[in-house]
């Protein structure tokens, strides 16, 4: 069975521009969540997305933003980049018809603002 | 709040035993998951406990005391592979329904010869 998948892997912008990042779940999964990772950091909360609704957002300004698809892949969006944007982006899925929830995290996309 | 506290480095020897311990606070708790994340990669899923006492997967053991808002994560038989960052992680009861996933800031493990 596949895991969860990203893309891209890596990604090099410059301030102010924007960026797209990708995230497909394991087969099944209806809930996506992504996470910012900055270098030696603990992963932050980004956005939960579930049968296409967002269900919650992390303290995080409007400019990261995404959207899920009716076959559960997601968007996250980031508008004008700021240097503190650079790190990395995890994304993973959850089926949450079992107690556990657990959540299974892709390889995540490694974002540099230059 | 829904603040965790871990460990930020840990050191032990190959072949021992380590104990990773994990605080947070009880309000709302709804579940405790362990992590493993090796420097540049994703986090790998390791256990998940929600009702008090032990859980053991192999090498790997995890335990919950719900009133004390305390867990810890036991490595056995050490090897070189088991350095990394283990992240302990909090599931609350969000009050407006629903529930969040919060993690600590993780235990960087070493482990040596």
């Known amino acids: 069975e596949a895991g969860v998948t990203q893309s891209p892997t890596h990604l090099i912008k410059t301030r102010g521009q924007q960026v797209t990042l990708r995230c497909s779940p394991i087969?099944?999964?209806?809930?996506v969540y992504w996470y910012q990772q900055a270098l030696g950091l603990g992963l932050q909360f980004l956005l939960w997305y579930d049968e296409g609704e967002e269900r919650n957002r992390g303290n995080f300004p409007p400019r990261f933003s995404g959207r899920q698809f009716p076959n559960y892949s997601s968007e996250l969006n980031v508008n004008a980049l700021e240097l503190e944007d650079s790190a990395l982006y995890l994304c993973?899925?959850?089926?949450?018809?079992?107690?556990?929830?657990?959540?299974?995290f892709g390889p995540g996309t490694r974002l540099t603002v230059l | 709040g829904q603040n965790i506290d871990q460990p930020t480095e840990m050191t032990a020897t190959e072949g021992a035993i380590v104990q990773i311990n994990c605080t947070y606070q009880t309000s709302g708790f709804n579940g405790l998951f362990w992590y493993q994340q090796h420097a540049g990669e994703a986090p790998t899923f390791l256990s998940y406990?929600?009702?008090?006492g032990l859980e053991e997967k192999g090498r790997f053991s995890s335990f919950l005391s719900r009133s004390k808002g305390y867990s810890y994560l036991l490595l056995k038989e050490l090897q070189m592979k088991d350095s990394a960052s283990y992240l302990c992680?909090?599931?609350?009861?969000?009050?407006?329904?629903?529930?969040?996933?919060?993690f600590g800031t993780g235990t960087q493990l070493k482990v040596e010869l």
């Open positions: 406990n929600v009702l008090d």
């Open positions: 087969s099944g999964h209806t809930s």
């Open positions: 992680a909090v599931r609350w009861i969000l009050t407006g329904g629903g529930n969040k996933l919060t």
């Open positions: 993973a899925s959850s089926f949450r018809g079992v107690p556990t929830d657990t959540q299974y």
